[in-house]
C-alpha cells in the first residue's frame, strides 16, 4: 500500500488505533517499511499516559534520537482507544511510555490457595494485576484495566519468576522497581534489613499477608503488614487480620487497626514480641496451619520470595 496526498495513515499497534495526517505536499510513501514501535499504549487506555516520538531518518546515524518536535495536534479518544496526530514527514513512530507508571502501589496481598500454590495481588495506580505462583513457575494469571482485562497474550502462560518479570515489563507491566526508581517514586524509604528479612519470613509461611496504610507511617527502620492464618481459597475477610510491625530483628503483634484514628505502636493486649515472623505466628495458629507451613516446598518458598523482592510491595506501598 502507498499512501499519495493528502497523507494520512491509519493503523492498529497493540490495541490502540493510531492515526498519522502528514502535510499535502509529502512525498508518496510505503509506510509498511518503516518499523513501528511501542511500548505497550493499552497502559494509556485510561487518558494520554504516553508521549509521542519520531526518529529523523534523514540524521545521521550516529545523531538519531527520539524527538517530540514536529509532531503536532495530538489527540486521544478514550473510549475508542485511538490517537491521531499530526507530522511533518514520515518518520519511525515510537510511544513511549512512563517506567513508573503504576508506582507506588495501592495496596497488595497474598494468600495461599493450596499445597504450594498461591496468589499474589497487586493494585497498582492504573491497573490490578493478579499472579499466581505454583512450585517454581508463576502465571499472569489476570490484568484488569477499568474492570477490563487487557494483555489476553500475556495471561496463562507459567514461567520463572525471573522470565515473568522480563516478559511483562516488555509488555508494559512495570511493577518491578528498579534502584533508581526512588528518585522518581515520592516514597519513604525502608530500611533493608527489615524489607528483606521480611520478604524472606513471608515466603517461609503459608499464611496471608497484605498491605496495611500505616507501613509508611512507621519510619524507614520498620514495616508494617497485616497477616492472617488462611486455610481456605479466597481472600481473607477483614476481621481476621491482625497488624505486625518487624524491624528485622524484632516482630511485634500491633493493637492498631485499619480504621484506627491515628498510628500508635501500642501491642495486641497479652502479645509478646519474637526475633522472627515465623515464631509470632506459630506462637498462635493452629496445628493444621503449622503443618500447611512444615509442607511448603522448598522451590514455592523461593518463587514467593523472589516476587516480593522483586515488587518490593513493603517500600513501595
Same mark, same amino acid.
Given at each position: 500500500?502507498?499512501?499519495?496526498?493528502?497523507?494520512?495513515?491509519?493503523?492498529? %499497534?497493540?490495541?490502540?488505533?493510531?492515526?498519522?495526517?502528514?502535510?499535502?505536499?509529502?512525498?508518496?510513501?510505503?509506510?509498511?517499511?518503516?518499523?513501528?514501535?511501542?511500548?505497550?499504549?493499552?497502559?494509556?487506555?485510561?487518558?494520554?499516559?504516553?508521549?509521542?516520538?519520531?526518529?529523523?531518518?534523514?540524521?545521521?546515524?550516529?545523531?538519531?534520537?527520539?524527538?517530540?518536535?514536529?509532531?503536532? #495536534?495530538?489527540?486521544?479518544?478514550?473510549?475508542?482507544?485511538? %490517537?491521531?496526530?499530526?507530522?511533518?514527514?514520515?518518520?519511525?513512530?515510537?510511544?513511549?511510555?512512563? !517506567?513508573?507508571?503504576?508506582?507506588?502501589?495501592?495496596?497488595?496481598?497474598?494468600?495461599?490457595?493450596?499445597?504450594?500454590?498461591?496468589?499474589?495481588?497487586?493494585?497498582?495506580?492504573?491497573?490490578?494485576?493478579? %499472579?499466581?505462583?505454583?512450585?517454581?513457575?508463576?502465571?499472569?494469571?489476570?490484568?484488569?484495566?477499568?474492570?477490563? =482485562?487487557?494483555?489476553?497474550?500475556?495471561?496463562?502462560?507459567?514461567?520463572?519468576?525471573?522470565?515473568?518479570?522480563?516478559?511483562?515489563?516488555?509488555?508494559?507491566?512495570? %511493577?518491578?522497581?528498579?534502584?533508581?526508581?526512588?528518585?522518581?517514586?515520592?516514597?519513604?524509604?525502608?530500611?533493608?534489613?527489615? =524489607?528483606?528479612?521480611?520478604?524472606?519470613?513471608?515466603?517461609?509461611?503459608?499464611?496471608?499477608?497484605?498491605?496495611?496504610?500505616?507501613?509508611?507511617?512507621?519510619?524507614? #527502620?520498620?514495616?508494617?503488614?497485616?497477616?492472617?492464618?488462611?486455610?481456605?481459597?479466597?481472600?481473607?475477610?477483614?476481621?481476621?487480620?491482625?497488624?505486625?510491625?518487624?524491624?528485622?530483628?524484632?516482630?511485634?503483634?500491633?493493637?492498631?487497626?485499619?480504621?484506627?484514628? !491515628?498510628?500508635?505502636?501500642?501491642? =495486641?493486649?497479652?502479645? #509478646?514480641?519474637?526475633?522472627?515472623?515465623?515464631?509470632?505466628?506459630?506462637?498462635?495458629?493452629?496445628?493444621?496451619?503449622?503443618?500447611?507451613?512444615?509442607?511448603?516446598?522448598?522451590?514455592?518458598?523461593?518463587?514467593?520470595?523472589?516476587?516480593?523482592?522483586?515488587?518490593?510491595?513493603? !517500600?513501595?506501598?
Amino acid at each position: 500500500m502507498t499512501l499519495t496526498s493528502p497523507q494520512a495513515l491509519s493503523t492498529r %499497534i497493540i490495541g490502540l488505533s493510531i492515526s498519522i495526517v502528514l502535510p499535502q505536499d509529502s512525498d508518496p510513501i510505503d509506510p509498511w517499511s518503516h518499523a513501528h514501535q511501542c511500548i505497550h499504549p493499552e497502559w494509556g487506555a485510561k487518558g494520554p499516559y504516553f508521549e509521542v516520538y519520531a526518529l529523523r531518518n534523514n540524521q545521521p546515524y550516529a545523531s538519531q534520537q527520539w524527538r517530540s518536535d514536529g509532531i503536532s #495536534e495530538i489527540t486521544y479518544e478514550a473510549e475508542e482507544k485511538s %490517537i491521531t496526530f499530526g507530522m511533518g514527514a514520515f518518520y519511525t513512530v515510537a510511544l513511549f511510555q512512563d !517506567a513508573h507508571l503504576n508506582l507506588p502501589y495501592q495496596a497488595w496481598e497474598l494468600h495461599p490457595t493450596g499445597v504450594d500454590e498461591g496468589l499474589f495481588t497487586v493494585t497498582a495506580a492504573f491497573a490490578t494485576i493478579q %499472579i499466581q505462583i505454583k512450585d517454581n513457575q508463576c502465571m499472569l494469571s489476570a490484568v484488569v484495566v477499568e474492570e477490563e =482485562e487487557v494483555l489476553s497474550q500475556m495471561t496463562g502462560k507459567w514461567m520463572r519468576p525471573f522470565a515473568l518479570r522480563v516478559a511483562s515489563k516488555r509488555a508494559g507491566v512495570n %511493577i518491578c522497581p528498579a534502584e533508581y526508581s526512588p528518585k522518581y517514586v515520592p516514597v519513604p524509604g525502608k530500611a533493608a534489613l527489615a =524489607e528483606v528479612k521480611a520478604y524472606e519470613q513471608m515466603a517461609l509461611l503459608a499464611a496471608a499477608f497484605a498491605h496495611s496504610k500505616w507501613n509508611g507511617e512507621a519510619g524507614p #527502620e520498620q514495616v508494617v503488614f497485616k497477616a492472617s492464618e488462611h486455610l481456605t481459597v479466597g481472600s481473607a475477610k477483614d476481621n481476621n487480620w491482625s497488624l505486625y510491625m518487624f524491624n528485622g530483628e524484632k516482630v511485634q503483634n500491633l493493637k492498631l487497626t485499619e480504621t484506627s484514628e !491515628a498510628f500508635t505502636e501500642e501491642l =495486641e493486649e497479652e502479645s #509478646e514480641f519474637h526475633s522472627t515472623l515465623y515464631h509470632m505466628l506459630k506462637a498462635s495458629a493452629s496445628n493444621e496451619a503449622m503443618d500447611k507451613v512444615e509442607r511448603a516446598g522448598f522451590l514455592f518458598i523461593d518463587s514467593v520470595y523472589q516476587l516480593l523482592l522483586a515488587t518490593r510491595v513493603l !517500600a513501595y506501598s
